[in-house]
């Protein structure tokens, strides 16, 4: 049974920083690409970074600069490390494997950003 776990989120002022943690389990953590999403409130669900097998990695333009996606295969671990939040990063964040033919997701953890 494949399970993603994301843990970390939370209330945070404008400015901080959290610290996104997804465990995976009954996957070969190595082979697959690993990504984070998000999901406001009335909107669509966008990624926001993404690590390749190889360790390439990829943001979307209102994030670079301020979050860094990582991995540690020993851990089955990837990692969203967000700093300089904006009240515009708030949203449900979503842990996503992902190979060429198949993806699996986790439950979400929610982040929000407010004074």
């Known amino acids: 049974q494949v399970q993603l776990v994301e843990s970390g989120g939370g209330l945070v002022q404008p400015g901080g920083s959290l610290r996104l943690s997804c465990a995976a389990s009954?996957?070969?953590?190595?082979?697959?690409?690993m990504s984070w999403y998000r999901q406001a409130p009335g909107k669509q669900r966008e990624m926001v970074a993404q690590?390749?097998?190889?360790?390439?990695?990829i943001y979307v333009d209102s994030v670079k600069g301020r979050f860094t996606i990582s991995r540690d295969n020993a851990k089955n671990t990837v990692y969203l490390q967000m700093n300089s939040l904006k009240p515009e990063d708030t949203a449900a964040y979503y842990c996503?494997?992902?190979?060429?033919?198949?993806?699996?997701w986790g439950q979400g953890t929610q982040v929000t950003v407010s004074s």
């Open positions: 690590i390749f097998v190889g360790g390439t990695r």
């Open positions: 009954g996957i070969l953590f190595s082979t697959y690409g």
């Open positions: 996503n494997a992902f190979q060429t033919t198949r993806a699996y």
